[in-house]
């Protein structure tokens, strides 16, 4: 079963340092110390694994319409999927064991199994000649985890938490550190319905707008502070 967490305040470990990287599409409402870069050239520089082993990819990661996007292929051949492209219909199977789903050029609609379909930031893609995803397509869709440290992206085998909800309240320090408080509810009560995540400037990859009562999903490592609320670290937020 996936690991989807909605605002769980659970008593784990403390999460170590976090990290972040702001898309030059994406703008963080109301917090005038962020500055968006420019980073397609920077992105040349990230490098794939996956459980520590380098992916070699003909085409790489991709800013697409401001959304961090991965070629497929390449990256599932290398996790044990079995890829099939159908050129008749754009889409694309992704079998591995009892794991199916199907993915429709310029449709964004992602189911795994038999769960109902939802949205990502972005549609999959053809760029290059090669099928492009969200990078959150992995974690949410597959359950594949995940760790960005070091420009590089590690895909693993490890369950992930996701969270979910409105935005609260931005903040950004004088370090970069972004700093966002998201609760279940989108007028919160307190801290118990709240969670506070954190991400640097040069490893959180964010794949929508963050705006004061946006509805966001965070990637995280499976642990949060002993705190109420509970706060994590920030991967991905979509």
Known sequence: MRKRIILVLTGLIIVSQSMLTFADANVVEGVDSVTSATLEDELDTYKVFYLDEKIALEEPVKWIDGILMIPVKPVLDQIGF?????????????????????????????????????????????????????????????????????????????????????????????????????????????????VIVHGETDSTFINTSIALGDYIHVISPPIMTFTVPGQATAYVIY
């Open 82 to 194: 079995d890829v099939k492209w159908h050129a008749k219909t754009k889409s694309v199977d992704l079998i591995k064991g009892a794991q199916f789903t199907s993915l429709y050029i310029d449709k964004n609609s992602y189911f795994r199994n038999k769960m109902a379909p939802h949205t990502l930031s972005h549609a999959p893609v053809i760029n290059q000649n090669r099928t492009y995803v969200p990078i959150e397509f992995f974690t949410d869709i597959l359950e594949v985890g995940l760790n960005i440290e070091d420009k590089s992206i590690n895909f693993s085998d490890r369950k992930m938490a996701i969270y979910e909800g409105y935005i609260q309240d931005t903040q950004v320090d004088e370090k970069g550190m972004l700093t966002i408080t998201i609760s279940s509810k989108a007028k919160s009560d307190g801290p118990e319905d709240q």
